[in-house]
């Protein structure tokens, strides 16, 4: 049985990700800040849920202990656009230094940081072969101002990350969704018409589902993408053509 740790698995894309490797008889770990939407999830598959926010060092350092000894399988799933959280006119004015300051810090903490403290905090419990997999997105391509530029820093983080663990048959790659519904990511902020734009950038015109997102995790994690490293495998539908 392997040891699959899932962070942000209470939710979205990785909520289906915890559901797909249980449903294959792994044991699985998901990680979150809501103990109550953990909880939920967990309740589901027969995940054990450890409550931690992964932007805090030393959340992560007391909350060790709850995490598997040994890991085979660690999904780098959490974060989302911190952009969207500052209310309507609640965030300040746009040219103040400091406010800018403060919406670059928070999406870098709560896409870079979580998925390097998680995986540092986690890197003497992977065992040989394992994979790591860290979710990217689209809009380190196509930009989102910190937002994009966070995810654009995770794949530089990706390629120190493979050449370390590679001596012990680890890989690490990226898995870059483009626009996936069924996920609190837009937090009731997606209008109809930057809706129909993001599918229309697409060649299946369609967006993505987080099965589309898992399948690409599945592919990752198996025994036989054992040579497949420091990539950025990206989940799109042809709106963003991989180069
Ligand atoms: N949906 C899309 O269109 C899309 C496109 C490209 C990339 N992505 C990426 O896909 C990943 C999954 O997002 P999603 O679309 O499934 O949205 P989601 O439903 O909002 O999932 C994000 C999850 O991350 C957790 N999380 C966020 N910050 C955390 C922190 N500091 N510590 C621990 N857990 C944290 C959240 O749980 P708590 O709030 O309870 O902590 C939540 O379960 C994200 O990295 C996102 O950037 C999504």
Request: hydrophobic share 40%.
């Given at each position: 049985?392997?040891?699959v740790?899932?962070t942000g ?11 797909w490797?249980?449903?294959?008889g792994d044991?699985?770990?998901?990680v979150?800040r809501r103990?109550?939407?953990?909880d939920?999830a967990?309740?589901g598959?027969?995940?054990?849920a ?10 992560i350092?007391s ?6 000894d ?5 999904v ?7 952009d ?11 040219s103040?230094l ?8 928070a999406n870098f903490?709560?896409n870079v ?19 790591v997999?860290?979710i990217?997105?689209?809009?380190a391509?196509?930009g989102?101002?910190?937002y994009?530029?966070?995810?654009a ?10 050449t ?5 048959g680890i890989?690490?790659?990226v ?12 937090q009731g902020?997606l ?6 734009r993001l599918?229309a950038?697409t ?11 898992v ?5 990752l994690?198996s025994t036989?993408?054992?040579?497949v490293t ?5 989940v ?8």
């Amino acid at each position: 049985m392997r040891q699959v740790v899932v962070t942000g698995g209470g939710t979205g894309i990785g909520r289906a990700a915890a559901a797909w490797f249980a449903a294959r008889g792994d044991a699985v770990t998901i990680v979150g800040r809501r103990k109550d939407v953990l909880d939920q999830a967990a309740a589901g598959t027969g995940a054990t849920a450890v409550v931690c926010d992964l932007t805090s060092p030393d959340e992560i350092e007391s909350a060790l202990p709850h995490f598997p000894d040994r890991v085979d399988v660690l999904v780098n799933n959490a974060g989302g656009n911190t952009d969207l959280s500052v209310p309507a006119g609640g965030g300040g004015d746009g040219s103040q230094l400091s406010h800018v300051a403060q919406r670059w810090r928070a999406n870098f903490d709560a896409n870079v940081l979580t998925a390097v403290l998680m995986t540092t905090a986690l890197d003497s419990r992977l065992n040989d072969g394992a994979r790591v997999i860290t979710i990217g997105s689209i809009a380190a391509k196509t930009g989102a101002t910190s937002y994009g530029a966070a995810k654009a820093a995770l794949e530089g983080w990706n390629v120190s990350l493979a050449t370390s663990l590679g001596p012990r048959g680890i890989t690490a790659n990226v898995v870059s969704p483009g626009l996936t519904m069924d996920t609190e990511f837009f937090q009731g902020k997606l209008s109809d018409e930057r809706y129909e734009r993001l599918v229309a950038a697409t060649r299946t015109g369609r967006p993505g589902s987080p099965d589309d997102i898992v399948a690409a995790i599945g592919f990752l994690a198996s025994t036989e993408a054992g040579h497949v490293t420091s990539q950025v495998i990206h989940v799109n539908g042809g709106a963003y053509s991989g180069h």
